[in-house]
């Protein structure tokens, strides 16, 4: 049956008569005036960790790049196809965001097929094998090491990854300028499916504290 997902059409209906009836002014606004929001965000696809959701996020708040393990690469200017490329550029380049929050979340599927040496492509093309390679060297150190729990391994992991793609955000030349001249600052953050808990890195130690509420 080629039909629209039921549950979506009815999520849609609730969100024309609540959040949207709410919030119309200011839809109103955003279309005419345009988005400018203050914070891009790096997060997973997995429909666990919505950012909108968990930062309690109106429309126009949030610019939000979404992919496979929250990854950021390297800045690669070689005419292939770099879609989280494209949207940092438009985040920083264009909407002059003055926030880049790269949040990584637990039980991370694509985390823990870079932690399984045995994990096999899902199909021939292995587009998740190649992406997670991003975390090669860092996956190998961690999967190798054997005082750690799996569980122990996948976090600390999640976390690695975090401040890897931090650090590939600094490859971006106009990122870095920014940084420097202090109208950009990067952070790190890390959610907890399970409890709903936020860990937020530190910029200058590299480790992960939970903000006081
Ligand atoms: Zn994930």
């Known amino acids: 049956m080629h039909r629209f997902p039921a549950n979506l059409l009815d999520g849609y209906r609730n969100f024309m008569t609540g959040r949207y009836s709410e919030q119309q002014q200011r839809y109103k606004v955003l279309a005419e005036t345009g988005q400018s929001p203050q914070t891009l965000i790096v ?6 960790a919505a950012p909108e959701t968990i930062f ?3 429309p126009g708040e949030l610019f939000v790049v979404r992919n496979v393990a929250n990854m950021v690469p390297p800045y690669e200017p070689d005419g292939q196809y770099h879609s989280t490329s494209a949207a940092l550029e438009f985040a920083v380049q264009a909407l002059q965001v003055s926030n ?3 949040m990584g979340h637990g039980r991370c599927g694509g985390i823990k097929a870079a932690l399984d040496p ?6 021939e093309g292995d587009f998740i094998g190649r992406w997670m390679s991003l975390l090669k060297p ?7 090491n054997s005082i750690l729990t799996a569980a122990e391994r996948q976090r600390a992991l999640e976390r690695v990854s975090i401040r890897n793609s931090i650090a590939n955000l600094r490859t971006f030349p106009y990122i870095r300028d920014r940084e420097q001249a202090g109208t950009l600052s990067v952070h ?3 959610f907890d499916i399970s409890t709903g808990e936020l860990w937020i890195m530190n910029g200058e130690t590299g480790d ?6």
């Open 43 to 48: 997060a997973c696809c997995d429909s666990r």
């Open 56 to 58: 309690d996020c109106g």
């Open 100 to 102: 880049i929050v790269v």
């Open 118 to 123: 045995e994990a096999e492509p899902l199909s």
């Open 138 to 144: 860092a996956a190998e150190q961690i999967a190798s």
């Open 188 to 190: 790190g953050a890390w």
């Open 208 to 213: 992960f504290t939970r903000p006081g509420m």
